[in-house]
Nanobody, 126 residues
């Protein structure tokens, strides 16, 4: 069983930055694709970014490409999401997720990921 705990959310002005962290426990995730999704109020959960188990390959939603950077530290069992140039439309609850087993890095369906954190709220004021 994997436990994922997100942190780093908060309130920021448009144009600002935040760094989210996701700490995993229960099992090593060094062999797992990790990702971030977000869910705005009244909307479906949507893919944000994913990273391969080695950290060498990343994949982003078009809406965040060039502004967000996903990274991981397998020694710390932690995944990060650096968010720059934040926009009001980035406001959402952000969820960390981990795949169990082999998963293509370009997978964007939430149902394909096995473990989820509780989420952290990011609010961007305009």
């Amino acid at each position: 069983q994997v436990q994922l705990v997100e942190s780093g959310g908060g309130l920021v002005q448009a144009g600002g930055s935040l760094r989210l962290s996701c700490a995993a426990s229960g099992r090593t995730l060094s062999n797992s694709v990790m990702g971030w999704f977000r869910q705005a109020h009244g909307k479906e959960r949507e893919f944000v970014a994913a990273i391969s188990y080695s950290g060498g390959t990343t994949y982003y939603a078009d809406s965040v490409k060039g502004r967000f950077t996903i990274s991981r530290d397998n020694a710390k069992n932690t995944v990060y999401l650096q968010m720059n140039s934040l926009k009001h439309e980035d406001t959402a609850v952000y969820y960390c997720t981990a795949a169990h087993g082999i998963l293509p890095i370009s997978t964007t369906q939430a149902s394909r990921f096995a473990s989820w954190g509780q989420g952290t709220q990011v609010t961007v004021s305009s």
